[in-house]
């Protein structure tokens, strides 16, 4: 009896034992457990304050709690990754991110389109595979080497050739470790043509108005120092200094009309109202008709009476007359000049037709430039200013509209004026607001 009670004790007590030495090694794994995942640096904070779980139960509750809290963290990543990728692809300045090896890691669609590459198929590979650039290439190598921004202008050659100003530096984590180096590209190349056709207005400027002011100051100190004492000769000076004086005033009135056409264009404050065709036609001819009868030119006009458009009257008036000044100067004796205006579908086409000497198609492209001549010396013995054809490109814009030529050499020129035939359609009107918050 005696020997069965000990054994049941003993049973009870191995029972207790091995219990007891379970529990102990099960709160041991569950603290190792607890020591790693809270010495992790991508555990949130607020997990790692939490008391250390003394049971199975309890490490699978805080388990969940950790795994929900890494899930809300990488859906904050996923966002924030997102939005970088929506800012870079809506840039228009190219951007380029290398690692310390000098491999590609980011490319935006901006300078894919810049460098002429596929920026899917350059992500991992060394710079110098996709890139074949030398200026580029080495302004990335000595960011690396020197770890300083840098900068420089580049020429890129690839479907057009283009002119980039590339800023470079290096990238730097939070900690200043030196992850790399990001290249940003802007685009300069209209800069850069808005800048060679500034420095070239500037010089054909000073040139135009140079030369008349140096024709009468020339005659007149003569005049001044009395070395001339006929009085045919003197009348003879005071006559060119006058008309080089007007040339002078012409080139200023010109220059002055061109600027407040490039300001009603950018404002878009031209007033235009229907106005029939005919009558502004009928005025731009009569008062070519002086210049038309000295040189023996004839002058048609073919505009149906009910042709209508939206136009500024005292422009287009202005236009025409330029255009026909040039077309009586430029034709021989006894030929005709026509003005032509119909509708062709949306549009209103006024041409001026001559019978001159024409134009070599070399010279279209840049007709409508300001001071563009092509023959300099007709032009200026002619009286031209070199910014009427200007005048001309400027008037069909704040019309909504555009200029063209065509010219065949000794066969003569078709220039004409494309006018939107009505005003561009409204958008359609939002419907009032009958909410109870708006009418209160």
Not at 112 to 130: F, I, T, Y
Not at 138 to 156: D, G, H, I
Not at 203 to 232: F, R
Request: charge should be negative; include cysteine.
């Amino acid at each position: 009896m005696v020997d069965g009670l000990y054994a049941v004790a003993g049973l009870v007590l191995g029972a207790v034992l091995s219990w007891w030495w379970h529990v102990h090694r099960q709160r041991d794994w569950i603290r190792s457990v607890h020591a790693k995942l809270t010495n992790a640096a991508t555990l949130p904070a607020a997990s790692k304050e939490k008391p250390v779980p003394r049971s199975l139960s309890e490490l699978e509750a805080w388990l969940s709690v950790v795994c929900r809290q890494f899930g809300d963290q990488l859906r904050q990543l996923s966002q924030r990754q997102g939005e970088l990728d929506a800012i870079l692809a809506s840039m228009v300045e190219g951007v380029v991110a290398v690692d310390n090896d000098g491999r590609v890691f980011t490319m935006n669609r901006a300078a894919s389109e810049m460098l002429a590459v596929d920026s899917s198929q350059a992500q991992g590979r060394p710079l110098l595979e996709v890139v074949r650039h030398p200026g580029l290439l080495q302004l990335v190598e000595s960011v690396l080497t020197e770890r300083c921004s840098q900068e420089s202008e580049l020429t890129l050659h690839g479907d057009r050739e283009l002119t980039v100003r590339a800023q470079a530096a290096a990238l730097a984590a939070p900690d200043a470790t030196i992850l790399g180096a990001v290249v940003v590209l802007e685009d300069i190349t209209r800069l850069k043509r808005l800048e060679e056709v500034r420095r070239e207005f500037v010089a054909n400027v000073s040139h135009e108005i140079k030369t008349p002011m140096t024709s009468i100051q020339g005659y007149l100190e003569t005049l001044v120092e009395g070395d001339v004492h006929d009085p045919e000769d003197v009348r003879r000076f005071l006559k060119i200094a006058v008309k080089q004086s007007r040339r002078l005033g012409a080139i200023v009135d010109d220059l002055l009309a061109l600027a407040h056409l490039e300001e009603q264009e950018e404002s878009q404050s031209v007033r235009l109202s229907p106005h029939p065709l005919r009558p502004v036609l009928e005025d731009a001819i009569e008062w070519a008709r002086s210049l038309a009868g000295q040189r023996g030119i004839t002058l048609k006009l073919d505009c149906s009476d009910d042709l209508v458009a939206p136009i500024n009257a005292p422009l287009l008036e202005q236009a025409l007359t330029n255009l026909l000044d040039n077309a009586c100067k430029y034709s021989e004796s006894d030929t005709q000049v026509r003005v032509v205006a119909k509708r062709y579908g949306a549009e209103v086409w006024i041409d001026v037709i001559d019978q001159g000497c024409g134009i070599e198609s070399r010279h279209l492209p840049r007709l409508f430039e300001r001071f563009y001549r092509v023959d300099r010396s007709r032009s200026r013995k002619l009286g031209g200013t070199g910014l009427g054809l200007a005048i001309v490109k400027h008037i069909a814009r704040v019309h909504g509209g555009e200029v063209t030529v065509s010219s065949t050499p000794g066969e003569g020129s078709r220039f004409t004026l494309k006018l939107p035939a009505e005003f561009p359609p409204c958008p359609p009107a939002e419907p009032p607001d009958t909410s109870t918050d708006a009418l209160a």
